[in-house]
């Protein structure tokens, strides 16, 4: 059975293995500009999303879909504990923040706009995500 193990860095340690764009978006919860997707779009893998920070795996391929929003988005994580949720009043509106509950790193966010089966939009900065294709 696979046991979450929280990472406590510090945030100069962050620095030192994060992007300067990784750190802006992933500790200071910024967003990319949309429609830079970091991950490889439109190509048919079978795969798993991990956190680019600390390799928990977030999403999976089989969950992906096209939101024409400019991010990845997702209809369901792999494993519901893999994510922490944050209500974030930001920019004088209501939303809810993903990140990941290993490492805290700010992800995205999640909105009830989603397809079936779960109304569930994961906007996820692409920047955010590794990807690990799966051998078949």
Same mark, same amino acid.
């Given at each position: 059975? %696979? ?7 510090? $945030?100069?340690?962050?620095?030192? #293995? ?8 992933? +500790? ?6 949309? @429609? ?6 439109? #190509? ?14 977030? %999403?999976?391929?089989?969950?992906? %879909? !096209? ?7 997702? %209809?369901? &994580? ?12 930001? @920019?004088?509106? $209501?939303?809810? !923040? ?11 966010? #999640?909105?009830?706009?989603? &397809?079936?089966?779960?109304?569930? +939009? ?15």
């Amino acid at each position: 059975m %696979f046991v979450l193990q929280k990472i406590h860095k510090t $945030e100069e340690e962050w620095k030192k #293995v994060l992007t300067p764009e990784q750190y802006r978006v992933l +500790r200071e919860r910024g967003t990319e500009a949309a @429609f830079t997707c970091a991950v490889e779009e439109g #190509v048919p893998k079978t795969g798993i999303y991990q956190c680019v920070a600390c390799g928990l795996p977030l %999403f999976a391929t089989g969950n992906k %879909f !096209e939101s024409k929003t400019g991010w990845p988005s997702f %209809f369901s &994580p792999v494993h519901p504990d893999h994510l922490e949720y944050i209500h974030d009043t930001s @920019f004088g509106i $209501e939303r809810t !923040e993903v990140r990941c509950a290993q490492c805290e790193s700010h992800l995205g966010h #999640v909105f009830d706009d989603g &397809p079936p089966p779960t109304g569930k +939009r994961y906007c996820i900065n692409s920047i955010a995500l590794s990807f690990s294709s799966s051998s078949t």
